[in-house]
């Protein structure tokens, strides 16, 4: 009997029956096709590494335009740049419902260009039309490629036992910014509290990480905490490399505000969605270098164990693989007793500063 999909990313278990094998035809020049766990596809192309990585194209528009705009674009950009190489070129597919107000896209698009040009990134072809079926948040879906020098990629599969296991910014980043930002004065929390969460929206991208580190060095292997959060990630960083790792969890970083909305809204932090926070495997020797590369980049990160041979354990017990994200039911119960009231939105630092 067919138990349906779950919402949201499908399960390691989906993956294996449903997925595996049936990638379409072989060709010598692609290197690292599907894998479980692992964020983009790599090509050889004459002799110059590509990386490449789909994602929907997500408008969030309770967020407001400018916010919407910018989150969306990175939602596209943040896989691609787990390799290690610099976004270079978006191709987007966008499919808005037939009843779409071209005023509001438009604000949107604005937006969503701006990120673009921010980041360097050429959004370079494409595909827009309105469709029966089609709704927002998701309307439609888009590849961003980076290119570069083979030795400059950082492998999804190359953690190896010995390595040390860093992690930025910590948990539920994505869970309590979009929270804070829509429905922060709703909460029974003080203003500060609200203010210091809602700081935690423009961490929701994790280029700036993954770039600085992976020149910092040597990064084997990272992953992005986006659906379950970072309980979710370390499994699937794991799986991906065939190795286990052990945690410490005291030593993981935690934003201002992320534990009291979390407790305010009974959402465990490790299994919510934490878009911008990334989980990598560093060479021992190294990990001075990328903690300070990042500290110099105002990013939280913190040598939090190390990679062994099997499992994944926290503070010597195994650590479960989330079955659902708080996230999307925290989201719909506030919106049913709360209106949506975005505060005005600062445009982060564009990233190519920091590097």
Known sequence: MDDGIAPGKVSEAFFETRLAGRFGGERDATLLGPTHGADFGLVDVRGTALAMASDPLFFLRELGAERAGWFACHILLSDVALSGLAPAHLAVSVTLPTDADSETFGSLWRAFDRAARDAGVSITTGHTGAYEGCSYPTVGGGTALALGDHEEVVLPTGAAVGDRVVVTKGPAIETVGTLAVLFGDALDLSDSTVAAARERFPETSPVVDALIAARAGPVTAMHDATERGLANAFHELAAASEVGVEIERERVPVGEGVTELCSALGIDPWAA?????????????????????????????????????????????????????????????????????????????????KL
Request: glycine fraction near 10%.
């Open 273 to 353: 969605s934490s878009a911008g926070t990334v989980v990598m495997t560093v060479e021992e020797g190294g990990v001075g270098n990328v903690l300070d590369a990042l500290a110099s980049s105002g990013v939280r990160a913190a040598d939090v164990g190390e990679v062994v041979e099997d499992g994944v354990r926290a503070d010597g017990s195994a650590l479960d693989v989330p079955d659902s994200d708080p996230y999307w039911p925290a989201y719909t119960a506030l919106r049913e007793r709360a209106t949506a009231t975005p505060p005005a939105f600062a445009w982060p630092e564009p990233y190519t500063s």
